[in-house]
């Protein structure tokens, strides 16, 4: 989820409102407050639990929402600020993998870390983030297998862009029905699904979550097969115009669809050109010829 913000770069919660209210009129199966696309970290802690509780109680339990919990610092400190999200009423509480240990310490470190903090959290429902800041550090298949068999984690983001090792994470599945895992690369977005991925959590949900939740209904139907094909081609062939001075092009784009919404970000991402804004035009235009090819509603 994006966190939208006012001119003076306080969070715009009447937006918050009406963005909730468009994830979930796209069909979204869950959200996840609170994550990099929120600028999670350049939120007080304050504005952070803030922010979730007005998510969630917006959604009223139409979907699940998990929101992150882990920011660095002392276990015990992780652990309690873990409690704090729980207490807003999120489903699960994720856990960033990078901010358990450091770049230079061995997988042991991290595995020992996690399982402190599972100890430390009671039973609360907790996920992994494989979040590219302020590193990414990616969980070995292994390492979710064991993880997962505790009980405790249900979700995990994974960011590895690799489908092969996608295919060897899922076998976590196996130790808890209630696990899935969540690919955040469209770039073999209808292999995973096909591989056994639970959905899709994507920058691309900010643009058109619509699409997604599309693709995730889709993917198997034989009958869909060339639809299915031009919407991963899509996928791919527009990866870098959202990935450039994410997340204000998402702001942007929504502007477009209809969204009051202010493109001021806090996190430093660049300057949004003239030329980019030029590519989200265009990408405007062969977007809502795709919807209109395939059929997909527009529900703003």
């Known amino acids: 989820m994006l966190t939208p913000f006012k001119n003076n770069g306080d969070i715009d919660y009447e937006i918050l409102t009406q963005l909730t209210e468009i994830y979930l009129k796209a069909g979204s199966a869950g959200l996840f407050a609170n994550c ?28 699940p929402v998990v929101a992150t919990g882990t920011f660095g610092g002392p276990i015990s400190q992780q652990a309690d600020f873990v409690k704090r999200v729980s207490d807003t009423g999120a489903d699960a509480v994720i856990i ?18 996690v399982f402190e903090l599972l100890n430390k959290t009671g039973n609360i429902p907790l996920g992994f983030y494989e979040c590219p800041v302020p590193y990414k550090r990616l969980l070995s298949p292994q390492q979710l297998v064991d993880f997962v068999a505790t009980g ?13 090792l996608i295919k060897q994470k899922l ?11 969540y690919d955040a690369y469209m770039g073999h977005a209808v292999k995973s699904l096909q591989a056994g991925s639970a959905g899709l959590s994507c920058i691309q949900g900010n643009f058109f979550p619509e699409l997604i939740v599309w693709l995730c209904d889709n ?37 477009k669809r209809g969204l009051k919404i202010s493109t ?5 991402v660049g300057v949004f050109s003239p030329s980019t804004r030029k590519q989200i035009e265009k990408l405007y235009i062969n977007y809502d010829n795709l919807q209109n090819n395939i059929g997909i509603k527009n529900y703003l």
């Open 36 to 63: 990099l696309s929120s600028e999670m970290f350049e939120l007080e802690d304050e504005e952070k639990l803030q922010a979730i509780k007005h998510i969630i109680k917006v959604t009223d339990g139409a979907v």
């Open 96 to 113: 960033i993998t990078s901010l358990l240990a450091n770049e230079n310490e061995p997988d042991e470190v991290l595995n020992d870390r």
């Open 152 to 164: 405790r984690i249900i979700y995990h983001k994974d960011t590895c862009l690799d489908i092969e």
């Open 171 to 181: 076998k976590a599945g196996e130790a808890n029905p209630d696990f899935g895992l």
């Open 219 to 255: 993917y198997a139907d034989e009958s869909m097969t060339e639809e299915v094909n031009r919407v991963q081609q899509f996928l791919i062939d527009n990866m870098d115009v959202m990935h450039n001075v994410y997340p204000i092009v998402a702001k942007y784009w929504l502007t």
């Open 264 to 268: 001021i970000t806090r996190r430093s």
